[in-house]
């Protein structure tokens, strides 16, 4: 991961964020946020091995192989086009479509597996969805 963010063999992939952020002080500043800040570009081998168990004395799940604890929100307003325009709101987007499937609790990783093609098959083309992203 530190070599691709290093190299840049995401950076297009990456869409920078702006945000405001404020010191001890009080004071505000504005950033724009182009890479993944979790990243241990010092991280070895010998390292990880090191790392004790996080919640079993026997367990192998530690620090170096789950994902950092993070804070985060993210808020999303969809409107009609003729009401986002009526209030003055940019447009933003389009929601060309979307699915609801359900797979096995036993599988449950799984499910964009089965949502991505019943979704792009209600877009319509293809050329319609210019970005996707799978969380």
Do not use: H
């Amino acid at each position: 991961a530190a070599k691709a963010q290093r190299t840049g063999i995401f950076a297009a992939e990456i869409t920078p964020v702006k945000t405001t952020i404020r010191d001890e002080a009080g004071n505000e500043k504005t950033i724009t946020v182009t890479q993944d800040d979790g990243i241990r570009a010092g991280t070895t081998l010998a390292g990880l091995g090191k790392l004790r168990p996080a919640f079993k004395e026997n367990g192998t799940t530690t620090a170096g192989n789950s994902s950092q604890v993070s804070d985060g929100a993210a808020a999303v307003l969809v409107a009609r086009r003729s009401t986002a325009i009526e209030l003055g709101l940019p447009i933003l987007g389009v929601l060309r479509s979307y699915a609801v499937v359900g797979v096995p609790p036993d599988v449950m990783g799984i499910g964009p597996a089965y949502a991505i093609p019943a979704a792009l098959e209600k877009a319509g083309k293809m050329s319609w969805v210019p970005c996707t992203e799978v969380q």
